[in-house]
Nanobody, 120 residues
Framework: VQLQAYGGGLVQAGGSLRLSCAASGRSFSSSAMGWFRQVPEKERELVAV????????YFADSVRGRFTISRDIAKNTVYLQMNSLKPEDTAVYYC??????????????WGQGTQVTVSS
């Protein structure tokens, strides 16, 4: 599976962005998809996960209620809708494919990352 994340950018606090992750390869529909984020000098952290079917999702406490994750099997794409953005959401966001896991080790494939910057 090859992953291409895009949709990042600069937004004011309180605004919204939608990240997309386009996947190629036959394994997309059989993979759970996760979004992670990382700021300089900190470890990458899990943001959200969606199961193969899309029926099960998980969100980090810091984004629950503000972010949603969804996937379009026909388009081989997973989305991260980010609302009510805060400056602390500023990070490079990565999408990943693998098994449903709250840890990086559960994901075999990674996208290149897209920068999200939230100004106060």
């Amino acid at each position: 599976v090859q992953l291409q994340a895009y949709g990042g950018g600069l937004v004011q606090a309180g605004g919204s962005l939608r990240l997309s992750c386009a996947a190629s390869g036959r394994s997309f529909s059989s993979s759970a998809m996760g979004w992670f984020r990382q700021v300089p000098e900190k470890e990458r952290e899990l943001v959200a996960v969606i199961s193969m079917s899309g029926a099960t999702t998980y969100f980090a406490d810091s984004v629950r209620g503000r972010f949603t994750i969804s996937r379009d099997i026909a388009k081989n794409t997973v989305y991260l809708q980010m609302n009510s953005l805060k400056p602390e959401d500023t990070a490079v966001y990565y999408c990943a494919a693998g098994r449903f896991s709250l840890r990086e080790i559960g994901y075999e494939y990674w996208g290149q990352g897209t920068q999200v910057t939230v100004s106060s």
